[in-house]
Structures are given as structure tokens and as C-alpha cells.
């Protein structure tokens, strides 16, 4: 900046020299000099419109800037400024890489940016690319409907997978900054006014009119079967296989034991799972291991 500042300032120097003893000569270095600035102030704003564009993430444009902290009374340091948003989008990224696991509550400084992706257009964009992926997958792979025996199944998990938990973490305005209220929230599944994932209803047609068994495994409690299938049901999802909640038996397994169960069970029933698609990581750890895994973003909330 202080190099385009004095060349600046020497153009407009020489402009002035030449305006006081006007002739043909200085009329040509005028023209010349003032072609000189044009180009250089062009190169000037395209080299910090590339610097810009490098830098830039998705929640800020201060990627890079070194760390700062502040140290709060009890002696613990923590980010402050514009380098907060890159450790918050930082620590979303590697909870959906299951870096970052067994949490039980989204950090407090974090909790804005978890929920400004979640209602935002890229959370729909990413969800939307996750669906793109599953249909190029199924196109590539699994059978056609008229060759399909019966035995190919989809496993789909529920909570943020087909319906949506926004509303009510928007009601309750905590998106991870507190521990689920287990009780608040299975009254909140009791009303099915859950709204469907953006572009999954689009998948789950997709994906049953190929011939599959769609079979819907969720860690909810059996208790709330007829509310689930009232809220499936007019989100827009229909004629799915088998819908498998948890009974008492479940509930004395952590989910993902229980998930992989139910998988060993179709396995020994026949059928050839695909693809499973789930919100967390509990959908598809244990054996058997599924052929092909979809993971849909949330950093709301990590269970085990």
C-alpha cells in the first residue's frame, strides 16, 4: 500500500509539472504516466481481490489472523475477536469428521455459529450434496427395480435424517449450549409437527422407487411409534419396510449397539443393506459394516 501510495503521488506531482508548462512532450508523458496508473492500480485490486478470495471461509474472512486470548478471572484463557469464528467453525467441522466425540454440550462460545450454520442455506446446500452423492451411488451399484429380488434394503435413521429437531432446538433456544432435556424433548416427538429434512423426502422416493426395502431404524422409544408414523407420514414419507424403535430390551443397549444389531438381523434375515444414512456416527459404527455410509451434518448434539 505505501508503494501504490508514493507512485500515486508521484503521477500526481509530474501532472502538476506538466499542467504549469504545458507542450506537446508533457502531453505525451501525461498520457503515458496516466496509462501507467490505470494498469497498476488494476493489478494493485486484483492481487487483493485473490488475497481476499484465499482467505475467506464460511463463517468469516479472518482465517489466518494469529491467535488471540484473553485470560477470564478463574485463569482460564479463551479466544476472543474475529479468531473465534474460525476456531468455532473448526471445532463444527471435526465433530462432523468424528474428531471430536462424545461431547455433551456444544461449547458456549460456539453455540451462535453452530446454529447459524444449522438454519442456514449452506446446512441445506450440504444436506442437498450428501443426497446428489446417495443417487449417483445407487445409479453406479444397486439393482434396477425389475431385476431387484426383494433382498436389497436402505437403512435410514430418523432424527435429522428424515425429520428435522430445528424447530425445537429454535424453541428452546439452546442448539447444544445445554445437555438435552430428555424428558422436554420426546414431549416435543409426541406432537410429530417435525418438518422433513431438506431434499430427503426427494431421496427416500428415490431410493424405494428403485426397488429397495427402506427400513427406518431410530433411537427413539417404542412409546412414540403412532406419533412417528402420524409426523412421517405427513412430511411426506410413505410405504417404508419396517420401523424399528426401542423397546425396554433397547433401551438397556447404548445406541449404537443397538443399531448394529439391527443390522446383524437383516443380514441374517438376507438382505443386502446398501447404504446407510444417519446424522451421527452411532448409524454406522459396530459390524456388520454397511457397503456405503451417508452422514448428514449435526453439531447439535453427539450420542454414542
Not at 410413505?238 to 426401542?246: A, D, G, M
Request: with cysteine.
Amino acid at each position: 500500500y505505501v508503494d501504490l501510495y508514493t507512485f500515486t503521488y508521484s503521477i500526481y506531482s509530474h501532472y502538476h509539472i506538466a499542467h504549469r508548462s504545458p507542450n506537446t512532450s508533457n502531453t505525451f508523458f501525461i498520457n503515458n504516466m496516466a496509462r501507467s496508473l490505470v494498469f497498476s492500480l488494476t493489478l494493485a485490486f486484483l492481487f487483493i481481490g485473490m488475497v481476499s478470495a484465499r482467505d475467506w471461509n464460511i463463517l468469516n474472512q479472518f482465517k489466518g489472523l494469529k491467535p488471540s486470548t484473553t485470560t477470564s478471572q478463574n485463569g482460564v484463557a479463551s479466544l476472543k475477536g474475529p479468531n473465534l469464528n474460525g476456531y468455532c467453525e473448526s471445532w463444527r467441522v471435526n465433530v462432523e469428521l468424528h474428531n471430536i466425540r462424545d461431547f455433551t454440550v456444544v461449547p458456549q462460545e460456539c453455540v451462535w455459529f453452530v446454529q447459524q450454520y444449522m438454519t442456514s442455506s449452506q446446512y441445506d446446500d450440504d444436506v442437498e450434496r450428501a443426497v446428489d452423492a446417495a443417487i449417483l451411488y445407487l445409479g453406479k451399484t444397486c439393482c434396477e427395480k425389475k431385476k431387484c429380488d426383494g433382498m436389497d434394503a436402505w437403512i435410514f435413521d430418523i432424527d435429522d435424517t428424515l425429520l428435522s429437531t430445528i424447530p425445537y432446538h429454535k424453541s428452546n433456544g439452546c442448539f447444544g449450549g445445554e445437555q438435552l432435556n430428555t424428558t422436554k424433548f420426546e414431549e416435543w416427538q409426541s406432537w410429530g409437527k417435525a418438518p422433513a429434512v431438506p431434499n430427503m423426502v426427494k431421496l427416500f422416493h428415490e431410493i424405494r422407487e428403485r426397488g429397495l426395502k427402506i427400513f427406518l431404524v431410530s433411537s427413539r422409544k417404542e412409546y412414540l411409534r403412532s406419533a412417528t408414523v402420524e409426523n412421517l407420514i405427513e412430511a411426506g414419507y410413505h410405504s417404508w419396510s419396517n420401523l424399528l424403535l426401542r423397546g425396554e430390551e433397547e433401551e438397556k443397549k447404548s445406541v449404537t449397539q443397538y443399531k448394529a444389531d439391527v443390522r446383524t438381523w437383516l443380514t441374517s434375515l438376507g438382505y443386502r443393506v446398501w447404504g446407510v444414512m444417519g446424522a451421527q456416527w452411532n448409524s454406522f459404527a459396530g459390524c456388520p459394516v454397511p457397503k456405503r455410509t451417508f452422514k448428514l451434518p449435526n453439531s447439535i448434539y453427539y450420542i454414542a
